[in-house]
């Protein structure tokens, strides 16, 4: 695990200052054509169109067949039916002293700690993410106990997981000076057995020679070093096909 200088959305914030960014924009269809790609989008409830030389896409697994209906439907099928995806809650202690602990993170076995599955110290993955002294927490209970739960207001998930985390770390609930909850909905690929067969199977059978090439986290572990190297990889395969488009007109 690395920590980030400069806050761990550095990589995002430097992308977005060199490219045109937008959001709030839902694709509902990319398709190759002859010259490139088209792409289909709604935003502010208006839908629009473009003709792109090449697209890359980094939807969940689950949504790749339904904007990309050219897919190969073997892999379509795949990436529909086999790619579980996990829900996330994320509750982040600030504390106004750190737990006497230097590890990173603690992993509780299931069902161990009620639905407690990680606790991460953050002040020790990234040194400045808390003021000296102070330390931030994050808790991470498990996608069963965290999809049972995702409608509960923040002050009962607060109250249901602080036990299991003092059991972890001691009694932090005198030092808490805040606590910040968040839902992924959904949040990453759920690997169960056999999942890392389907990716290196997905990897197969990735097409280098077409307009349209697909990036995301269920191709990769999750993270931000798997993010890079998967759109690396989707980066170099869709130049490939442009320089080979490019090579076939000036012929």
């Not at 069963?144 to 995702?150: C, I, Q, V, Y």
């Amino acid at each position: 695990m690395l920590g980030y200088t400069g806050r761990m959305d550095f990589l995002a914030r430097e992308l977005a200052g060199r490219l045109h960014v937008l959001t709030s924009a839902r694709v509902s269809l990319v398709e190759p054509t002859a010259t490139g790609a088209r792409v289909v989008w709604t935003q502010d409830g208006e839908r629009r169109e473009e003709h792109v030389a090449g697209v890359i896409t980094s939807v969940t697994a689950q949504r790749v067949p339904e904007i990309y209906p050219g897919l190969e439907p073997a892999i379509a099928t795949r990436l529909h039916d086999e790619v579980p995806q996990a829900n996330y809650l994320a509750l982040h202690f600030a504390l106004s002293r750190r737990p006497e602990l230097d590890a990173i993170l603690v992993c509780v076995p299931k069902d161990e700690l009620g639905g407690l599955s990680t606790v991460v110290l953050e002040h020790n993955v990234a040194q400045g993410s808390a003021p000296p002294g102070k330390g931030l927490v994050c808790a991470f209970p498990s996608h069963e106990w965290a999809t049972s739960r995702l409608d509960l207001p923040d002050h009962e998930l607060i109250d249901q997981l602080l036990p299991e985390v003092e059991r972890v770390l001691g009694p932090i609930a005198h030092h808490i000076e805040f606590v910040e909850v968040i839902r992924w909905v959904p949040a990453a690929p759920r690997p169960e057995p056999g999942y890392y067969q389907l990716v290196a199977d997905l990897h197969d059978h990735l097409d280098g020679d077409t307009r349209v090439q697909l990036a995301g986290d269920f191709l990769n572990l999750p993270s931000v070093n798997g993010s890079i190297v998967s759109g690396d990889a989707a980066a170099r395969r869709l130049a490939h096909t442009l320089l080979r488009g490019c090579l076939a007109g000036s012929s």
